[in-house]
């Protein structure tokens, strides 16, 4: 019997050029991708040298980065460009509607074409979060308070995305912009109802379903809902998401490193179980960031080994179809090199129209 493959973990490394325990763990077959940092950048050949060391190791991991644009842009200098935060995008769509569509589409292929000229695969962009004006995590991130225009100018800036040859992933569904709490610190309840959530926060991830490549759950709870984070909640991720709204592409959790993430019905749980439960709920893949230089990323060993006793013992079972969803987020083209990128007509017109 031919065993099953699935490399559900997306982890870190420590620094700018990957070390003996990197390499170990970047070829582990439970691993399907690499999460980087501001923290593993110095400069755009580094950058290069260090995503070329990966694909040496393993030329099917995702390499993946959290750069939206504003103030979440992990790389800033050595010729990338500064990206709005997507409310000015909002701001500037009830002024010209279509010179914000365009504005988005520019982003979005600045994005995607800078990072891949890199070596980096994927973003973990557009925020589809409402903008409330309550949540300091979310606050100018969100593209505007109505979910048309988010949805409309989320959709512009996928397309930019997919012009450059990368995929999408939406956050944070159904929506944490209406929680003051910060997930990374502590447990947001949100408490409307399910009716009032698919009405309005929800209805961008509803618009775009057919044009998302992933997900990524809010670590926030919606009592009237479910007990369980949405990250942890299989009638979010699997009767709401994936049945009423119909989406077909990959889940991913948000960072177990969270506090929320650890946090299951008032009790604290570990890094392995929280995984599990996050892949029992209905995610393809899972998150853990900032890990690597504690205790020599002894959390990311741990897991490991706790995902593979999990599979040996028939606790967790590996799914073809979520493998196939993680392959499928790798580039399909070939990148241009950033040489190329600063001839090219696009990029410089994508350039313009950001200005």
């Not at 505007?144 to 512009?156: F, G």
Request: glycine share 8%; aromatic share 6%.
């Amino acid at each position: 019997m031919e065993t099953l493959t699935h490399a559900p973990l997306v982890l870190d490394v420590a620094g700018t050029t990957l070390d003996a325990a990197d390499k170990k763990r970047l070829a582990h077959p439970l691993v399907g991708g690499l999460i980087l940092f501001a923290r593993n950048f110095e400069n755009r050949a580094q950058l290069t040298a260090l995503t070329s060391a990966v694909k040496a190791i393993r030329p099917d991991l995702l390499i993946a980065v959290d750069h939206e644009g504003g103030r979440v842009q992990r790389f800033r200098t050595d010729g990338f460009t500064h990206l709005p935060a997507m409310r000015s995008l909002g701001e500037l769509w009830m002024e010209d509607a279509m010179r914000a569509t365009a504005a988005a589409t520019a982003a979005g292929y600045v994005l995607a074409s800078e990072l891949r000229a890199c070596g980096v695969d994927f973003s973990f962009a557009p925020v589809l979060d409402l903008d409330y004006g309550e949540s300091s995590v979310i606050g100018d991130r969100s593209f505007h308070r109505d979910p048309r225009v988010v949805a409309l100018l989320a959709k512009s800036l996928m397309h930019g995305l997919l012009l450059a040859g990368m995929h999408s992933c939406a956050k944070h569904f159904p929506g944490h912009g209406y929680v003051k709490a910060d997930s990374h610190l502590a447990v947001p309840v949100d408490k409307r109802s399910l009716k009032a959530i698919l009405a309005e926060d929800a209805k961008p991830f509803e618009w775009l379903v057919m044009s998302l490549g992933a997900v990524m759950p809010a670590h926030v709870i919606y009592p009237k809902v479910d007990t369980r984070p949405a990250g942890f909640s299989a009638r979010w991720l699997q009767e709401i998401l994936r049945d009423r709204l119909g989406f077909g592409g990959a889940i991913f959790s948000d960072d177990l490193g969270m506090t929320a993430a650890r946090t299951l019905e008032g009790v604290a749980i570990g890094y392995t179980e929280a995984a599990l439960v996050a892949l029992h709920a209905g995610c393809d893949l899972v998150l853990m960031c900032n890990q690597s230089g504690v205790d020599g990323g002894l959390a990311l060993d741990d897991m490991l080994a706790g995902l593979m006793q999990a599979q040996q013992s028939g606790t967790w079972e590996p799914r073809a179809e979520s493998e196939a969803r993680r392959a499928a987020l790798l580039p399909q083209t070939a990148p241009l090199t950033w040489d190329e990128l600063m001839h090219d007509p696009a990029y410089h017109q994508a350039l313009v129209t950001l200005a």
